[in-house]
């Protein structure tokens, strides 16, 4: 792997910033009200640091395979390898990547292309995206929360966008205005998945959802936006919902969990 001691890693949210000599004075990621500075204000990593005590788990997680660090850093999100006949995508991204990582993914077939849900994950996306030469798709809404530009990243604007065997991204909005889920119509046994990240928050009760302004700061998204981004999924075919964690999914009748969750959202903001 690529040496770059001088692009600065968030230890909160873990989101790779831009080349420089010495850290930046802020993460803006972190600084919005979506997010937080840690309580031991703000601190910074990098890759190399990091990889001499983290590695990466690669996993089954229902049916598509998962990729995870430990011990958990930043936010502890895993992102998925959606393998497909014209080329995976990696949905989602996680910050530690090493050859260990790198060679086990292009032994299941590599990756054609990276997604990201949100900037929240947008983590070390260039790193991954130069290992396989695999451009990142980003909504353009989110532009401005790209902390290390880079010619790999491509915006795609518009509600939707489609890839390739199926699979189509989707704009939801809700937690950013650009926050995208990915739809998988042959995952699920033919049935149709959608993977999520936490635009679709997959609840405790795995039978529900949740969504939010801000999770970490308990901020709730208004009624009107709650029915947006149940209008965005409802043309797509789908049973089952894939979070951002290992093992937060909806295992079936998935968008049935949608509309349940969605009316016990607003009734409870109404209270």
Not at 237 to 257: C, E, P
Request: overall charge negative.
């Amino acid at each position: 792997m690529s040496r770059d001691d001088h692009c600065y890693i968030c230890a909160t949210c873990g989101v790779q910033h831009a080349p420089s000599d010495e850290p930046p004075p802020r993460c803006d990621i972190c600084e919005d009200e979506r997010q937080y500075v840690g309580w031991s204000g703000q601190t910074w990593t990098t890759l190399d640091d990091l990889r001499r005590d983290h590695h990466n788990e690669i996993r089954d997680d229902l049916g598509l395979t998962g990729i995870g660090t430990k011990p958990a850093f930043a936010i502890g999100q895993r992102a998925l390898l959606v393998r497909s006949p014209q080329g995976n995508v990696l949905w989602d991204c996680i910050t530690v990547i090493d050859e260990a990582t790198v060679e086990a993914a292009r032994k299941l077939g590599g990756v054609r292309a990276i997604a990201i849900s949100h900037p929240h994950y947008y983590s070390s996306m260039v790193e991954w995206s130069r290992a396989f030469d695999a451009p990142v798709y980003l909504n353009e809404a989110d532009r401005r929360w790209v902390m290390r530009p880079d010619p790999g990243i491509e915006h795609w604007t518009g509600e939707t966008k489609s890839l390739w065997d199926g699979m189509t991204l989707i704009r939801a909005g809700g937690h950013f205005e650009g926050g995208t889920v990915l739809h998988v119509a042959g995952a699920a046994s033919g049935e149709g998945a959608l993977l999520a990240g936490d635009i679709l928050q997959v609840a405790q009760d795995r039978r529900w959802v949740s969504f939010m302004y801000s999770f970490p700061n308990y901020i709730p998204l208004p009624a009107r936006e709650i029915d947006h981004i149940v209008s965005t999924v409802e043309p797509f075919r789908f049973d089952r919902i894939y979070g951002a964690w290992w093992d937060r999914n909806v295992t079936s009748d998935a968008k049935g969990a949608i509309h349940r969750s969605a009316e016990r959202y607003k009734k409870a903001l109404g209270r």
